[in-house]
């Protein structure tokens, strides 16, 4: 059974870093894109960052740039997010997500807080 478990959110004061894992088990298939994602209440879901699993590219949402970097560890089958400098509006519930070719997959999503 293929699944996603997000951990490391939590409260943070503004100002502060977190890093996020995703823990990626059941594929039997290599996903070749990964990515997360939030969603703070009565918004959408929005990308933070994607990376293609064969390292070729990575994006960002314009408001995580210069502010996060996603990345991996294939031996461990976990992605990161790693967030620094968070604000406030940062305040979401923060999903992974991984996209194969036999479809899309989300994790149950972890909490990040950003307050003081």
């Known amino acids: 059974q293929v699944q996603l478990v997000e951990s490391g959110g939590g409260l943070v004061q503004p100002g502060g870093s977190l890093r996020l894992s995703c823990a990626a088990s059941?594929?039997?298939?290599?996903?070749?894109?990964m990515s997360w994602y939030r969603q703070a209440p009565g918004k959408e879901r929005e990308l933070v960052a994607s990376m293609a699993t064969d390292g070729s590219s990575q994006n960002y949402a314009d408001s995580m740039k210069g502010r996060s970097t996603i990345s991996r560890d294939n031996a461990k089958n976990t992605v990161y997010l790693e967030m620094n400098k968070l604000k406030p509006e940062d305040t979401a519930v923060y999903y992974c997500k991984a996209r194969t070719i036999r479809g899309i997959y989300w994790g149950q999503g972890t909490q990040v807080t950003v307050s003081s």
């Open positions: 059941g594929f039997t298939f290599i996903p070749y894109v």
